[in-house]
T-cell receptor, first 116, second 112 residues
Framework: DTAVSQTPKYLVTQMGNDKSIKCEQN?????MYWYKQDSKKFLKIMFS???????INETVPNRFSPKSPDKAHLNLHINSLELGDSAVYFC???????????????FGSGTQLSVL | DAKTTQPPSMDCAEGRAANLPCNHSTISGNEYVYWYRQIHSQGPQYIIHGLKNNETNEMASLIITEDRKSSTLILPHATLRDTAVYYC?????????????FGTGTRLKVLA
């Protein structure tokens, strides 16, 4: 019963292929995210969804298309994969804390994408 | 567009307190400071967060300066399992929601 789960954990593919990464959270959170971690370990937000609606798109190439069929799922589809897409992709979800105390992000265990 | 700066690496002896500094001199009044850590290539794990008061939980303490331009994460009794990359993060308001802007992190090595 992992809180935020991603599949697959590893994805190795050829340049030009299309691939998808799936993410599910069973925490009842309204907001979900995709982050990309490059080879220098820098974590950068890509997308944020709230109740299935896209609210943040950080100038990611339109080869990346997130889809949220319901608020528990946020999938990432990538078209025409390029070498530079090789990275670890993390899904996350967040819970707003009561009393105006901010919120917490919960991360999945990551998907390591290698484009050859 | 990181809003935080951290030393790239630190060592700490096992059993001693680990004090990890972070500068966030451009932080705005309503932006929270968060700390997360990442062990190997696992997903980042929440540690603690705060706005202006010092905070303590079962994992760590967070000391925020009065001007809020810097903070220190304290692991009171570091263990070998605390070896990880520690990220100091500012949460900013964006498009009706929040963005977590990660810095480059501090690689903490706890030595036996």
């Amino acid at each position: 019963d992992t809180a935020v789960s991603q599949t697959p954990k590893y994805l190795v593919t050829q340049m030009g292929n299309d691939k998808s990464i799936k993410c599910e959270q069973n925490l009842g959170h309204d907001t979900m995210y995709w982050y990309k971690q490059d080879s220098k370990k820098f974590l950068k937000i890509m997308f944020s969804y709230n109740n299935k609606e896209l609210i943040i798109n950080e100038t990611v190439p339109n080869r990346f298309s997130p889809k949220s069929p319901d608020k528990a799922h946020l999938n990432l589809h990538i078209n025409s994969l390029e070498l530079g897409d090789s990275a670890v992709y993390f899904c996350a979800s967040s819970l707003r804390l009561s009393g105006g105390k901010g919120e917490k992000l919960f991360f999945g265990s990551g998907t390591q994408l290698s484009v050859l | 567009d990181a809003k935080t700066t951290q030393p790239p690496s630190m060592d700490c002896a096992e059993g001693r307190a680990a004090n990890l500094p972070c500068n966030h001199s451009t932080i705005s009044g309503n932006e929270y400071v968060y700390w997360y850590r990442q062990i190997h290539s696992q997903g980042p794990q929440y540690i603690i967060h705060g706005l202006k008061n010092n905070e303590t939980n079962e994992m760590a303490s967070l000391i925020i300066t009065e001007d809020r331009k810097s903070s220190t994460l304290i692991l009171p009794h570091a263990t070998l399992r605390d070896t990880a990359v520690y990220y100091c993060i500012v949460r900013v308001r964006a498009s009706g929601t929040y963005k977590y802007i990660f810095g480059t992190g501090t690689r903490l090595k706890v030595l036996a």
